[in-house]
Protein backbone atom coordinates (compact mmCIF):
# COMPACT_ATOMS: atom_id res chain seq x y z
CA UNK A 1 0.00 0.00 0.00
CA UNK A 2 1.55 3.34 -0.89
CA UNK A 3 0.75 6.46 1.46
CA UNK A 4 2.44 9.38 3.05
CA UNK A 5 1.99 9.26 6.77
CA UNK A 6 2.68 12.28 9.05
CA UNK A 7 4.05 11.18 12.28
CA UNK A 8 3.99 14.02 14.82
CA UNK A 9 6.10 12.41 17.90
CA UNK A 10 8.33 14.69 19.79
CA UNK A 11 10.38 11.75 21.52
CA UNK A 12 12.36 10.82 18.86
CA UNK A 13 13.15 7.32 19.75
CA UNK A 14 8.89 6.65 19.38
CA UNK A 15 9.05 8.49 16.57
CA UNK A 16 11.77 6.67 14.86
CA UNK A 17 10.10 2.98 15.81
CA UNK A 18 6.98 4.43 14.46
CA UNK A 19 8.99 5.98 11.13
CA UNK A 20 10.80 1.92 10.76
CA UNK A 21 7.75 0.32 10.98
CA UNK A 22 5.55 1.85 8.69
CA UNK A 23 8.47 2.42 6.13
CA UNK A 24 8.75 -1.02 6.02
CA UNK A 25 5.06 -1.35 4.47
CA UNK A 26 6.16 0.76 1.99
CA UNK A 27 4.94 4.15 3.71
CA UNK A 28 6.51 7.27 2.78
CA UNK A 29 6.86 8.92 6.35
CA UNK A 30 7.49 12.74 7.13
CA UNK A 31 8.21 13.14 10.95
CA UNK A 32 7.69 16.00 12.97
CA UNK A 33 8.61 16.97 15.94
CA UNK A 34 5.82 19.72 17.11
CA UNK A 35 2.45 21.05 16.02
CA UNK A 36 3.49 23.97 14.32
CA UNK A 37 5.82 21.92 11.81
CA UNK A 38 2.90 19.58 11.44
CA UNK A 39 0.84 22.19 10.16
CA UNK A 40 3.11 23.08 7.90
CA UNK A 41 3.59 19.49 6.97
CA UNK A 42 -0.05 19.13 5.83
CA UNK A 43 -0.01 21.86 3.81
CA UNK A 44 1.91 20.17 0.88
CA UNK A 45 -1.66 18.39 0.95
CA UNK A 46 -0.03 15.13 0.12
CA UNK A 47 -0.62 13.93 3.84
CA UNK A 48 -3.03 10.45 3.58
CA UNK A 49 -2.88 10.37 7.55
CA UNK A 50 -1.52 11.84 10.78
CA UNK A 51 -0.12 9.73 14.06
CA UNK A 52 -0.20 12.37 16.61
CA UNK A 53 1.11 12.61 19.60
CA UNK A 54 -1.28 14.51 22.52
CA UNK A 55 1.57 15.43 24.57
CA UNK A 56 3.75 18.01 22.20
CA UNK A 57 6.06 21.04 23.00
CA UNK A 58 4.09 23.68 21.28
CA UNK A 59 0.50 22.28 21.71
CA UNK A 60 -1.20 19.24 22.51
CA UNK A 61 -2.44 17.22 20.40
CA UNK A 62 -5.81 17.80 20.31
CA UNK A 63 -5.81 21.28 19.53
CA UNK A 64 -3.54 20.08 16.44
CA UNK A 65 -5.93 17.62 15.44
CA UNK A 66 -8.96 20.78 15.41
CA UNK A 67 -6.93 22.22 13.29
CA UNK A 68 -5.77 19.81 11.05
CA UNK A 69 -9.63 18.82 10.89
CA UNK A 70 -10.32 22.96 9.94
CA UNK A 71 -8.78 22.02 5.95
CA UNK A 72 -7.97 18.28 6.01
CA UNK A 73 -9.69 15.15 5.82
CA UNK A 74 -7.23 12.51 6.09
CA UNK A 75 -7.76 10.25 8.76
CA UNK A 76 -5.87 11.06 11.79
CA UNK A 77 -5.06 8.23 14.81
CA UNK A 78 -4.20 9.86 18.26
CA UNK A 79 -1.46 8.12 20.30
CA UNK A 80 -1.46 8.68 23.67
CA UNK A 81 0.18 7.20 27.14
CA UNK A 82 -2.60 9.00 29.53
CA UNK A 83 -5.84 7.12 30.26
CA UNK A 84 -7.41 10.30 31.17
CA UNK A 85 -7.33 11.31 27.19
CA UNK A 86 -9.07 8.42 26.04
CA UNK A 87 -12.72 9.61 26.71
CA UNK A 88 -11.66 12.78 25.02
CA UNK A 89 -10.29 10.58 21.99
CA UNK A 90 -13.62 8.36 21.82
CA UNK A 91 -15.77 11.40 22.06
CA UNK A 92 -16.97 11.58 18.51
CA UNK A 93 -16.67 15.74 18.26
CA UNK A 94 -12.75 16.07 17.84
CA UNK A 95 -12.59 13.84 14.78
CA UNK A 96 -9.97 11.40 15.80
CA UNK A 97 -10.76 8.23 13.73
CA UNK A 98 -9.01 6.04 15.67
CA UNK A 99 -6.15 5.78 18.57
CA UNK A 100 -3.36 3.45 20.32
CA UNK A 101 -2.27 4.00 23.82
CA UNK A 102 1.66 4.10 24.43
CA UNK A 103 3.72 1.66 25.02
CA UNK A 104 2.20 0.58 22.32
CA UNK A 105 2.80 -2.84 19.64
CA UNK A 106 4.04 -1.90 16.31
CA UNK A 107 2.28 -4.24 14.39
CA UNK A 108 -1.18 -3.23 16.17
CA UNK A 109 -0.09 0.36 14.87
CA UNK A 110 0.43 -0.30 11.25
CA UNK A 111 -2.48 -2.57 11.21
CA UNK A 112 -4.37 0.71 12.20
CA UNK A 113 -3.28 2.68 9.53
CA UNK A 114 -3.79 0.12 7.28
CA UNK A 115 -7.11 0.02 8.01
CA UNK A 116 -8.04 3.39 7.95
CA UNK A 117 -6.12 3.68 4.88
CA UNK A 118 -8.50 1.39 3.76
CA UNK A 119 -11.21 2.63 4.99
CA UNK A 120 -10.50 5.88 3.05
CA UNK A 121 -10.18 4.52 -0.05
CA UNK A 122 -12.55 2.30 -0.48
CA UNK A 123 -15.30 4.86 -0.32
CA UNK A 124 -12.98 7.39 -2.05
CA UNK A 125 -11.79 5.55 -4.80
CA UNK A 126 -10.36 9.03 -6.39
CA UNK A 127 -8.66 10.06 -3.81
CA UNK A 128 -4.35 10.03 -4.46
CA UNK A 129 -3.19 11.84 -7.47
CA UNK A 130 -1.98 8.75 -8.66
CA UNK A 131 -5.07 7.44 -9.47
CA UNK A 132 -6.67 10.02 -11.84
CA UNK A 133 -5.89 7.70 -15.19
CA UNK A 134 -5.76 4.32 -15.38
CA UNK A 135 -4.41 2.07 -18.38
CA UNK A 136 -4.77 -1.47 -18.13
CA UNK A 137 -3.42 -3.69 -20.66
CA UNK A 138 -5.23 -1.24 -23.77
CA UNK A 139 -7.89 -0.31 -21.34
CA UNK A 140 -7.71 3.50 -20.45
CA UNK A 141 -9.93 4.82 -18.20
CA UNK A 142 -9.64 8.92 -16.72
CA UNK A 143 -11.91 10.12 -13.56
CA UNK A 144 -10.67 13.71 -14.50
CA UNK A 145 -12.39 13.47 -18.42
CA UNK A 146 -14.85 10.15 -17.40
CA UNK A 147 -13.75 8.89 -20.47
CA UNK A 148 -12.76 5.01 -21.09
CA UNK A 149 -11.34 3.78 -24.09
CA UNK A 150 -10.38 0.20 -24.88
CA UNK A 151 -7.63 -0.71 -27.55
CA UNK A 152 -8.22 3.83 -28.22
CA UNK A 153 -12.17 2.90 -29.12
CA UNK A 154 -14.21 4.77 -26.68
CA UNK A 155 -16.50 3.30 -24.58
CA UNK A 156 -20.42 4.67 -24.23
CA UNK A 157 -20.40 4.42 -20.23
CA UNK A 158 -23.43 5.01 -18.09
CA UNK A 159 -21.78 6.74 -15.20
CA UNK A 160 -22.61 3.62 -12.90
CA UNK A 161 -21.40 1.62 -15.38
CA UNK A 162 -18.39 3.95 -15.29
CA UNK A 163 -18.12 3.63 -11.85
CA UNK A 164 -17.70 0.32 -11.55
CA UNK A 165 -14.97 -0.20 -13.99
CA UNK A 166 -12.89 2.36 -12.43
CA UNK A 167 -13.13 1.27 -8.90
CA UNK A 168 -12.34 -2.38 -10.15
CA UNK A 169 -8.89 -0.86 -11.90
CA UNK A 170 -8.05 1.31 -9.13
CA UNK A 171 -8.17 -1.97 -7.13
CA UNK A 172 -6.40 -3.65 -9.91
CA UNK A 173 -5.06 -7.44 -8.78
CA UNK A 174 -7.54 -7.36 -5.49
CA UNK A 175 -10.79 -9.02 -5.44
CA UNK A 176 -13.29 -6.89 -4.88
CA UNK A 177 -16.58 -8.31 -3.25
CA UNK A 178 -20.30 -7.57 -4.32
CA UNK A 179 -20.86 -5.45 -1.57
CA UNK A 180 -17.76 -3.80 -1.15
CA UNK A 181 -18.70 -2.61 -5.10
CA UNK A 182 -21.83 -2.10 -4.08
CA UNK A 183 -21.26 0.51 -1.41
CA UNK A 184 -18.48 1.53 -2.77
CA UNK A 185 -20.27 2.53 -6.17
CA UNK A 186 -23.95 3.15 -4.89
CA UNK A 187 -22.98 4.53 -1.48
CA UNK A 188 -25.32 2.58 -0.10
CA UNK A 189 -25.77 -0.10 2.24
CA UNK A 190 -25.63 -3.65 0.53
CA UNK A 191 -28.43 -5.90 1.11
CA UNK A 192 -28.55 -8.98 -1.04
CA UNK A 193 -27.78 -6.14 -4.34
CA UNK A 194 -25.91 -9.65 -5.94
CA UNK A 195 -28.03 -9.21 -8.81
CA UNK A 196 -27.77 -5.61 -9.19
CA UNK A 197 -24.10 -5.93 -8.99
CA UNK A 198 -24.19 -8.87 -11.65
CA UNK A 199 -26.40 -6.98 -14.36
CA UNK A 200 -24.49 -4.03 -13.86
CA UNK A 201 -21.34 -6.41 -14.60
CA UNK A 202 -23.13 -8.22 -17.19
CA UNK A 203 -23.91 -5.01 -19.44
CA UNK A 204 -20.65 -3.58 -18.84
CA UNK A 205 -18.84 -6.66 -20.40
CA UNK A 206 -21.20 -6.88 -23.12
CA UNK A 207 -20.05 -2.93 -23.97
CA UNK A 208 -16.45 -3.86 -23.71
CA UNK A 209 -16.94 -6.38 -26.23
CA UNK A 210 -15.73 -9.31 -23.40
CA UNK A 211 -15.99 -12.68 -24.73
CA UNK A 212 -18.46 -14.29 -22.07
CA UNK A 213 -16.44 -17.38 -21.02
CA UNK A 214 -13.71 -15.53 -21.01
CA UNK A 215 -13.57 -12.04 -20.03
CA UNK A 216 -10.36 -10.06 -20.63
CA UNK A 217 -10.23 -7.61 -18.32
CA UNK A 218 -13.16 -8.15 -15.30
CA UNK A 219 -12.93 -11.75 -14.02
CA UNK A 220 -15.27 -13.35 -11.50
CA UNK A 221 -14.28 -14.96 -8.21
CA UNK A 222 -17.23 -17.54 -7.84
CA UNK A 223 -18.65 -16.64 -4.35
CA UNK A 224 -16.12 -13.67 -3.77
CA UNK A 225 -16.89 -10.96 -6.33
CA UNK A 226 -14.72 -9.66 -9.04
CA UNK A 227 -11.43 -8.63 -9.93
CA UNK A 228 -9.35 -7.18 -12.75
CA UNK A 229 -5.97 -8.91 -13.05
CA1 LIG B 1 5.03 13.69 23.65
Not at 23 to 45: I, K, M, P, Q, Y
Not at 83 to 88: G, T
Not at 100 to 110: A, G, H, R
Request: hydrophobic letters at 40%; aromatic letters at 8%; proline letters at 4%.
Amino acid sequence: MEAEILVVEDEPSIAQLEKLYLESEGFTVHLCADGASALAAAEGGTVDLALLDVMLPDMDGFTLLGRLREKHLFPILMVTARVEDLDKITGLTLGADDYVTKPFNPLELVARVKTQLRRVRQYNPGRGAAAESLDIRGLQISRETHQCLLYGERLNLTPLEFSILYYLCRNQGRVVSSEELFEAVWGEKYLDNNNTVMSHIARLREKMHEPSRRPRFIKTVWGVGYTIE
